[in-house]
């Protein structure tokens, strides 16, 4: 028989919305939490966080009747989990276009604010640098950066965030040289107010690699509009000799600006970058090799025969052994093979995270079975095999993260 395992919810509006960076409500003492994991889900009555101790026990996670710790009256809308990230068991998470706190878990039952950071202008968290990150500093961009007329490139802010005080240690600017041409539509006219984006930042060695796309308007709205591949490859940290990288093969620098990221470095430390081609809506993969700053103008990895991110834009993960996961799909980027349809071995169904997670060598994601039920699904790359674990209630309607919370 299922048991629920849900913790309490907290009166988040009153006690988080009262706080501010001049008065913080930090409690004095933080209780340790005995949950270890957490799975983020939204249904048609708000946002919703769901903890269990273990994620492969038969259990049923449901926010049903007031369960589950309720999100949805301190973030202005439910996709904000697209700019939140979990690290070392504690929640990073923009709200309100400047304000950005830090939540914990206490005593199993309760989510607080234990601190927070106000930005004097503009900021939602954008891609978080996690091979640089550290337990008390969180390498870190917004959004977007500003637009330098006079200097023709994107200002990007790096952010060096120190976690034991939620003050920042130093932030460095990178700037990204903006094309010196207007991109123009298919009619040959030109785009309103076309603008950069960063899809990924990563640090390699003594090398940042920002990948980044180009959106633009007309009278259907904002889009996609280049068809390039744009990567700009500077020294890290002092961002000096800089250059940009172009591909026409496989369209732009894949992913939005959101906290997932689309990159990943394999055994060899070569670095793949995911592109898509924005008129067939199909994915490729590029790749940097391990101690160089070009393309390598004789590998790409074409992947418009399979439906990656078909329902959402989830995290890529290294899996290791010359593996790596792009939803649905398992891959062998080095050798271009797809070693396994996870949606097959599940037993039908798609995935449905934007943040999955690894632990002990072992992939963590959720999937929304073809009977329109969602299961926690462990994946083992040494023995390419799946396992069943917790059932999330067939009410949500998005699950954005599958977090370890210590």
């Not at 976690?163 to 991109?183: C, E, Q, S």
Request: hydrophobic share 35%; charged share 25%.
């Amino acid at each position: 028989m299922k048991h629920n395992r849900i913790l309490a919810c907290g009166a988040l509006a009153l006690a988080l919305l009262a706080s501010c960076k001049d008065s913080p409500d930090v409690p004095e003492t933080v209780e340790k939490i005995s949950t270890e994991y957490s799975v983020w889900v939204t249904s048609a009555t708000g946002s919703y966080l769901l903890t269990t101790d273990n994620l492969m026990k038969d259990t049923l996670l449901t926010p049903v009747g007031n369960k589950g710790i309720d999100l949805s009256a301190y973030l202005p809308a439910a996709f904000y989990a697209v700019y939140a990230y979990n690290h070392e068991g504690k929640f990073y998470v923009s709200n309100n276009g400047t304000r950005f706190s830090q939540l914990e878990i206490q005593n199993n039952a309760t989510l607080k604010e234990t601190d927070n950071y106000a930005f004097p202008s503009n900021f939602f968290l954008g891609k978080v640098l996690k091979d640089v990150s550290t337990k008390d500093e969180l390498v870190m961009t917004k959004t977007a950066g500003t637009f330098n007329e006079a200097k023709n490139v994107l200002e990007q802010p790096i952010y060096f965030m120190n976690l034991k005080d939620m003050t920042l240690n130093k932030t460095l600017n990178v700037d990204i040289p903006f094309l010196k041409y207007a991109p123009l539509k298919p009619d040959k006219t030109p785009y309103t107010n076309p603008y950069m984006v960063p899809t990924s930042i990563t640090v390699r060695g003594n090398k940042l690699f920002v990948g980044h796309k180009y959106r633009g308007t007309d009278v259907s709205g904002s889009m996609d509009i280049s068809d390039t591949t744009y990567v700009y490859v500077c020294d890290y940290p002092d961002l000096t000799n800089g250059k940009m990288l172009k591909d026409a093969r496989g369209g732009f620098a894949a992913g939005h600006w959101e906290v997932q990221t689309l990159t990943f470095m394999d055994d060899n430390n070569d670095l793949y970058i995911v592109t898509k081609n924005r008129i067939a809506s199909t994915y490729g993969l590029i790749r940097i090799k391990s101690g160089e700053t070009e393309i390598d103008k004789d590998y790409f990895f074409d992947l418009k025969d399979y439906n990656v991110f078909k329902n959402s834009t989830a995290q890529v993960q290294k899996l290791g052994n010359g593996k790596a996961y792009l939803s649905p799909y398992v891959v062998d980027p080095a050798n271009k093979k797809v070693i396994a349809d996870l949606r097959i071995l599940v037993g039908g169904g798609e995935s449905k995270t934007t943040m999955n997670f690894m632990e002990n060598g072992k992939l963590y994601d959720v999937f929304k079975t073809d009977a329109s039920k969602w299961f926690v699904f462990e994946y083992d790359p040494a023995t390419n095999s799946v396992k069943r674990g917790a059932e999330i209630d067939p009410g949500i309607t998005h699950v954005y993260h599958v977090n370890k919370l210590k």
